[in-house]
């Protein structure tokens, strides 16, 4: 790797953990100002970079150009900034929730949504959404069927009658194991 492929990875992961530090526990879609003092000092390929990875995106109004944490964009800033680990806490703890929403398994699951899953973990309700969204519980335990279904604009949160058990491998399967 060439010095200025080191700088170049360098500048995203600031970019990266800057915008977490925006984030904070609100949600991860806010917008950040290229030309504001925060950013000022990043590279404008820095960016287009970060576009092309999948990890911003652009929300530019006026000629002032802006970007916003992607949910793939976001776990990556966790990554970046050596917080994912720290966030497992609050992902077991979601998943917990989530697992006795559909206790006893009923065929067709359950439905919930942000603000339930909030006031029921006490985990912030902006940072249940971005969880969901980014599909962070998905990144921690890979091996477990955790995908749920985002309705109506995010309003309804379908988990299904799977949700939290253990993917088999069925070597019988036209499918690797992921």
Known sequence: ????????????????????????????????????ERYRD??????????????????????????????????????????????RD??????TAMKDIVKGRPLHGAITNVRTLASTTGLPEAWVRNALNARLMQVLWIWDHLDVAIERGGRTIRVPARFGSRRLHYSAGPFPDP
């Not at 904070?24 to 100002?33: A, E, L, N, S, V």
Request: glycine fraction near 10%.
């Open 1 to 36: 790797m060439t010095l200025s492929d080191q700088a170049r990875l360098e500048a995203m992961d600031v970019v990266l953990r800057r915008m977490l530090e925006d984030v904070g526990d609100g949600p991860f879609d806010i917008r950040c100002d290229v030309q504001g």
């Open 42 to 87: 990043i590279p404008q390929t820095t960016w287009l970079e970060l576009e092309g990875l999948g990890y911003v995106e652009p929300v530019h109004a006026f000629g002032n150009p802006t970007f916003r944490l992607t949910g793939a964009g976001w776990i990556t800033a966790l990554k970046a900034s050596g917080l994912l680990e720290a966030h």
């Open 90 to 95: 609050r992902a077991t703890t979601l998943r």
